[in-house]
């Protein structure tokens, strides 16, 4: 009963907020990732293909799937490019090597859903719930993720031209931005990705590349960016508390590390 009554106040401001996505972050502690509608399936795998396939193929490809519960199932390998999944459910669902690219997946779950190997590339991430998710050497590029990627395994994964800063459209709803908190970006690409107002505090970003990233007003307290490239990134006003910087060498081809937060209280390399 509670949870029905969470659920529906989660959908009712969804639908208020909608195109813009707006909803807050911080859904888990309202839900019950055990239940049917969180954890079960309404179609099969072959139901799934079918869908995808009968839709427009090239381009403007969309099959719709939006709130469909697809979690628990094996997608891996299918081709979603260009779909709705807006407020699908995919939590824990096998998705390894599937094709996301410019597909909408607005205020999805995907809960420790296995996304190994997956390409979203341009694909739209706005409050989608991707918490443990894994993704290591998955293809983001040119994402636009406002989601919430807490504890995720990122390793090896590509963002180059990501947009994960946040939307300051949306600020009654609470600050919508890239949550990478705790996340593993262990030789991620980020180059010249927009981490702006991102949280990536404890992040793992050692060897991460983030070349001419905008990490301005970024958090990034706790990090390790042990070896990682900032030449060109822009550290105004990062929160560099207790974060792992890289060496002398990479620290002097970023830009306003003078202006960056807290960087008395960072941490230097051995």
């Known amino acids: 009963m509670l949870f029905r009554l969470a659920f529906a106040i989660v959908s009712v401001a969804a639908l208020l907020v909608h195109p813009r996505d707006a909803v807050s972050q911080d859904l888990l502690r309202y839900v019950d990732l055990n239940s049917p509608e969180m954890s079960t399936s309404e179609m099969t795998r072959a139901e799934v293909d079918e869908l995808l396939k009968a839709a427009p193929q090239g381009h403007q490809r969309s099959a719709d799937l939006e709130g469909k519960r697809l979690s628990h199932l094996d997608l891996s390998g299918l081709d979603f490019s260009g779909s709705n999944l807006r407020l699908a459910k995919l939590n824990r ?15 999805a779950w995907l809960i420790d859903a296995d996304l190994t190997e997956a390409s979203l590339v341009k694909a739209s991430l706005l409050s989608t719930q991707m918490q443990r998710a894994k993704l290591g050497g998955a293809d983001l590029s040119g994402a636009r993720i406002t989601g919430d990627l ?3 395994s990122l390793i090896g994964a590509k963002l180059a031209g990501a947009d994960l800063s946040a939307d300051m459209r949306n600020q009654s709803m609470g600050l919508m931005r890239g949550v990478l908190k705790s996340a593993d970006l262990r030789n991620a690409d980020l180059s010249g990705a927009n981490l702006s107002r991102a ?5 793992k970003l ?3 590349n983030l070349a001419n990233c905008n990490l301005n007003h970024a958090d990034l307290a706790g990090a390790d960016l042990s070896n990682a490239n900032l030449a060109g990134a822009d550290l105004t006003e990062t929160d560099l508390a207790s974060t792992l910087l890289p060496s002398a060498a990479a620290l002097a081809e970023a830009r306003n590390l003078d202006k960056a937060s807290n960087l008395n209280l ?5």
């Open 93 to 107: 669902t096998n998705l390894k090597g599937a094709r996301f690219d410019r597909a909408i997946l607005n205020q």
């Open 150 to 152: 807490s504890g995720a």
């Open 199 to 203: 949280n990536l505090e404890f992040a």
């Open 206 to 208: 050692q060897n991460a």
């Open 266 to 270: 960072a941490r230097r390399p051995p």
